[in-house]
């Protein structure tokens, strides 16, 4: 069976699949693995002798047939040399950053990052004598004027955590790699079904595989997608920590891959539907959302982007905390709680947190989660919530 390149879904529903026997269910089971046994000695010996290889099956840790075909799939949709399965988007940040890094290495991260990418970076690899400096992902010649010898890695996520701004995703890899740095997005918000930032000159994408590609608000997964440079170091760095994908985890994000296409498809049409709708709406003093043109580096988004998510942020005009709560409890069609991409809408009030340029915007930030409820339903509830704030 054969399909043209282009079509993406056609893709998802093929791939990942395992042999192509007679007679076998349409999905891969979920594989529970930790020994794995061998005829002979000398078979064992080969495997272990390959274990870092993809596909090799050696010990549960460092992953089965199942794994490698999530692997393999994430890295045909990326373009990429090899991708390594991990417990978490968190872990698939934190090992990515130390296996780019060592001790006296200097680190640039970009000042809209996650959150906790942002407390991995200065606790834990601050401790381990990683020199951690913050940039403003959308300032290119403060960027470049940043670079040292020492500087290793340069992390940053388009758009921006909670807010959206798009950076120049090309210039950014060019500027890392003309300095001798690993450049490393992450690029959870997109997917691979709407930016492939490799083909674009990044080094290594991270994902939070609990967000869309899992899809369903159940499962925790991360990916590191690497170019053939780096996937021996951050294989071999995964499997020092001990890290690997659970069973389910994996058989979940197998077959949410199935339908990523046409989940990214809807969740685009609804969440602009509601965000343009939002910003007609007298309480809201902006909209961030990369689609839209007066979002920081919606040109970026237009260039090197297929399409946008269902995550975006408004500003809302400044209102007390009650006003706020009452905002939020107020809204029957989202859910409130972290994390995004599965099929119920979300509503959270973010602070983002700026080191390098304070955050400007007065009011405060509210960021939704798009999912597949009718838009004129989410929009009837939002106006209802809405005028609390009055
Ligand atoms: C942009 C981004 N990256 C990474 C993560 C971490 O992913 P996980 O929750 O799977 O550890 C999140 C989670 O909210 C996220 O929003």
Known sequence: ???????????????????????????????????????????????????????????????????????????????????VSVSSGLAAVSLALTGATKAGDHVLVADNVYEPTRGFCDTVLARYGVDIEFFDPMDLPSLASLMRPKTAAVMFEAPGSGTFEVPDIPAIAQIARENGAVSIIDGTWATPVFCRPLDLGVDVVVHSGSKYIGGHADSMIGFIVCNEATYPTMRRTAVAFGERAGSQDVFLSLRGLRT???????????????????????????????????????????????????????????????????????????????????????????????VVSPWQEDGRVVRFSIGFEDTDSLTQDLARALSFLK
């Open 260 to 354: 990523l296409e046409i989940r990214m498809r809807q969740v685009e049409q609804a969440g602009l539907a509601v965000a343009t709708w939002l910003r007609e709406q007298a309480q809201v003093l902006r909209v961030l959302h990369p689609a839209l043109p007066d979002c920081p580096g919606h040109r970026n988004w237009q260039r090197d982007f297929q399409g946008s998510a269902g995550l975006f942020s408004v500003v809302l005009k400044p209102v007390s905390d009650d006003c706020l709560h009452a905002f939020v409890d107020g809204l029957r069609m989202f859910g409130i709680g972290v994390s995004w991409g599965g099929y119920e809408s979300l509503v959270l009030p973010v602070a983002p947190n700026r």
């Open 1 to 83: 069976m054969s399909f043209g390149e282009t079509d993406l879904t056609n893709t998802l529903v093929h791939l990942g699949r395992g042999p192509n026997d007679c007679g076998r269910p349409v999905n891969l089971p979920i594989h529970q693995s930790s020994t794995i046994l061998f005829e002979k000695l000398e078979a064992f010996q080969a495997a272990r002798d390959a274990r870092y290889d993809p596909g090799t099956l050696y010990y549960g840790r460092y992953g089965n047939p199942a794994t490698f075909e999530l692997e393999t799939m994430i890295s045909a949709l990326e373009g990429a040399h090899g991708t």
